[in-house]
């Protein structure tokens, strides 16, 4: 069955992100492109953001990035549309001593909730949804007025793809 909700994540791409689940935090496995690019991605917004505060993680998988930001002061929550991620990330941040929340969730739930944030992340999660323009707009309905949102992505180069998304995530 087919998501056409606005901005949602593809079914498929939920499904392949549980199946991953258990060996997200395995730094030679299928995310070893993320764990390296982590410090890069974190210390960006960690560089951009003077004060520590409320911190919204949209897509945060098993919550590499939602724990680097926990470790830098903010107070996270990180949601991910996938269930079994959310549980993974939960167990890691717990072995690791971290105060920081998970939750199942989308972006447009938290909308629904009337939630907003002073920064928004959603790092490597553009390329996952049904309508990149409709999740952008959700994103910005999630901010506090004056709030910073960061967004990343691969670069579209074929050499990008190919270490990037298929090496990530169908070789490794």
């Not at 690791?96 to 972006?107: D, Q």
Request: aromatic share 6%; net charge negative; with cysteine.
């Amino acid at each position: 069955m087919t998501n056409t909700q606005p901005g949602s994540a593809l079914p498929d791409e939920i499904a392949k992100f549980n199946r991953l689940a258990a060996e997200w935090w395995d730094p030679a496995g299928p995310m070893a492109p993320l764990h390296a690019m982590n410090p890069l991605r974190t210390g960006w917004v960690d560089s951009h953001v003077p004060e520590r505060g409320r911190l919204l993680d949209v897509g945060c998988g098993a919550g590499l990035a939602a724990e680097a930001f926990a470790q830098m002061g903010f107070d996270v929550l990180g949601i991910d549309a996938a269930a079994d991620p959310i549980a993974a990330a939960t167990a890691h941040a717990e072995d690791a001593g971290l105060s920081l929340v998970y939750r199942v969730a989308t972006a447009e739930a938290l909308v629904a909730e009337c939630m907003r944030f002073p920064v928004v992340t959603a790092l490597e999660v553009i390329e996952h949804v049904t309508d990149p323009a409709q999740f952008l707009a959700l994103l910005s309905r999630l901010l506090e007025p004056g709030g910073s949102l960061f967004i990343s992505t691969l670069n579209r180069t074929l050499r990008s793809l190919a270490v990037g998304k298929i090496g990530a995530e169908y070789i490794a």
